[in-house]
């Protein structure tokens, strides 16, 4: 194998993991907007962590109740630089659950922008660039 052949495998194979990053993203999220069940949750507090450049970042911590009647207490995935006004711990608010894991779940009041359509295809389309360049690449190499 040249060296042009091994540094072309090494590119593709990480074009091709980010290509199946976003695809799993995309199909998360889709998921979650055509299969999710709306509910009201109250927001038990705020974590805060830190970035590496020093900001700090809010992670949602909720609490709901699933049609069964048991609690779920679950933390978002994706955390929000700044606290939303006039949203505060003890406040309720909408929650978007996926009912075959409810611990994954988004707020559409603080990240109203997470199941949007226009997000979703930009993710598709960026996998799907992805795939080609990588298809690309290993076409070149091989």
Do not use: K, N
Not at 18 to 47: D, K, P, W
Not at 64 to 74: E, I, K, N, Q, R
């Amino acid at each position: 194998m040249t060296i042009e052949q091994l540094g072309g495998s090494f590119v593709a194979a990480a074009t091709g993991t980010l290509c199946i990053l976003m695809a799993v993203q995309v199909m998360s999220r889709c998921r979650l907007r055509l299969r999710g069940v709306r509910t009201t949750a109250e927001l038990v507090r705020f974590r805060e962590a830190m970035e590496e450049d020093g900001h700090e970042l809010y992670y949602a911590v909720v609490t709901f109740a699933l049609p069964d009647g048991s609690a779920v207490t679950a933390e978002t995935s994706e955390a929000v630089r700044h606290l939303p006004r006039g949203i505060q711990e003890g406040d309720l608010t909408e929650v978007l659950y996926d009912p075959a894991a409810p611990s994954v779940f988004t707020l559409p009041s603080l990240l109203p922008g997470r199941l949007r359509t226009t997000e979703i295809l930009s993710l598709c389309a960026g996998c799907l660039g992805l795939a080609a360049t990588t298809w690309l690449i290993l076409a070149d190499t091989f």
